[in-house]
């Protein structure tokens, strides 16, 4: 499987969109990088995604629980970035990892997709 360079910048701005709805606000900038290894990976990282009560909390030592609030919307929007990833680069999503750092809000999604012969379901939900 091969992701083109007009792929990568689809996403970039698909995520963009996703996290601009979600969050209220989207990135500084996104940027996709893809490893053809098998399985192939496509990793999304966003620049500045915090946002501002994010930032608060970060800055005044909760960042614990902007980790947990990142995670609360990464695990309720997930079929929603795997959904456009997936409609985009027109293959399966075999698993999704997503994080951010409460300081520097720097967020990481990671798409790994299945080898095109391979039928093992990891959990149902990706």
Known sequence: MQITRAQ????????TQ??????????????VSVSQD???????LSI????????????????????????????????DFIGVVEEIVDA???AYLAQVHPVTGH???????ADPGDSLELDGSH
């Open 38 to 44: 098998e399985p192939v990976s496509l990793v999304v």
């Open 92 to 94: 399966k999503v075999h």
């Open 107 to 113: 967020a990481v999604r990671v798409f790994i997709f």
């Open 48 to 79: 500045d995604s915090l946002t501002a009560g994010d930032s608060v909390l970060g800055e005044r030592g909760y960042r614990e629980a902007v980790i947990r609030h990142h995670e609360a919307l990464h695990e309720a929007t997930r079929e």
């Open 8 to 15: 990568r910048n689809a996403v970039a701005e698909k995520i």
């Open 18 to 31: 996703l996290e601009r709805s979600f969050y209220g606000r989207g990135p500084s900038n996104v940027k």
